[in-house]
């Protein structure tokens, strides 16, 4: 099966609204040219959310949030519901980062609860996943990995979770400058696809995209892309300065094409 491919960059805590509103409109002539069936995602902070949607309007460049709360409203004090999103025009959201689960708290629970809300409302989640460099090293991706899609994806039928992308983020590459080889993140990928299909059946598992979530940058994300299982990347600092982002789509693209 031909999946789509995603490129999203994660901006997390930085670019004010002028400053997201200028890398947009320089990203939108970067990247006309590349080849339709990349979709492009700029994911800003909550504050710039409304500049980077009136600057992509009319753009192949799609808009997402870095978080979403599960309640429709109440007391929810710095959180923001997914109906809140749909209706300021975002389309994606990421949900569970690592550093989500790292410094607020998150669960396998709370990601479950914000994916449900996300889909409800309409929106295209793009859930983590990954382990921790101690995981690795003790022999435990797998484990973690099973558990994390096991708990953040539980209940969902197999028509909802075709409408979800995993992004497989090993935390002990992620602004560290390590990146896992081609081989070695292909390895994890065909384990998480094969995971969904034991929980969601072969036919849903060959289509969820699921993207690389570790250091991808211009110079490897050709390769890193070209194999099997890789759909794309959730990109961090890569992401930040159009000239960096439309490469790195432009040699993912390579690398999707040539498969």
């Known amino acids: 099966m031909s999946r789509r491919l995603v490129v999203a960059g994660n901006w997390k805590m930085n670019k004010t609204a002028a400053e997201g509103k200028a890398l947009v409109e320089e990203?939108?002539?970067?990247?006309?040219?590349?080849?339709?069936?990349?979709?492009?995602?700029?994911?800003?902070?909550?504050?710039?959310?409304?500049?980077?949607?009136?600057?992509?309007?009319?753009?192949?460049?799609?808009?997402?949030?870095?978080?979403?709360?599960?309640?429709p409203n109440g007391a929810f004090t710095g959180e923001i519901s997914a109906e809140m999103l749909k209706t300021s025009g975002v389309e994606y959201v990421i949900i569970?980062?690592?550093?989500?689960?790292?410094?607020?708290?998150?669960?396998?629970?709370?990601?479950?609860?914000?994916?449900?809300?996300?889909?409800?409302?309409?929106?295209?989640?793009?859930?983590?996943?990954?382990?921790s460099l101690e995981e690795r090293e003790g022999g435990r991706t797998e484990a973690v990995l099973a558990a994390q899609l096991e708990g953040g994806l539980a209940d969902l039928t197999p028509e909802m979770m075709q409408q979800v992308v995993l992004a497989y983020e090993p935390v002990w590459a992620i602004g560290?400058?390590?990146?896992?080889?081609?081989?070695?993140?292909?390895?994890?990928?065909?384990?998480i696809r094969g995971t969904l299909e034991r929980l969601f059946g072969a036919a849903v598992?060959?289509?969820?995209?699921?993207q690389y979530g570790g250091s991808m940058k211009p110079g490897n994300a050709r390769e890193l892309v070209a194999q099997a299982d890789i759909d794309g990347g959730l990109i961090g600092g890569a992401a930040l300065k159009a000239d960096s982002f439309a490469e790195l789509i432009e040699q993912a693209a390579l690398g999707h094409c040539g498969k």
């Open 27 to 71: 990203l939108k002539t970067r990247v006309a040219a590349v080849a339709p069936e990349v979709e492009i995602v700029v994911c800003p902070p909550f504050t710039t959310l409304g500049a980077v949607v009136e600057a992509a309007a009319g753009s192949r460049i799609r808009v997402g949030a870095q978080n979403v709360h599960w309640a």
């Open 205 to 210: 598992a060959a289509g969820v995209v699921v």
């Open 96 to 131: 569970g980062h690592s550093e989500r689960r790292q410094y607020f708290g998150e669960t396998n629970a709370t990601v479950n609860q914000r994916l449900k809300a996300a889909l409800a409302a309409g929106l295209k989640p793009i859930v983590c996943i990954g382990e």
């Open 176 to 191: 560290t400058g390590r990146t896992a080889t081609p081989e070695m993140a292909e390895a994890t990928h065909a384990f």
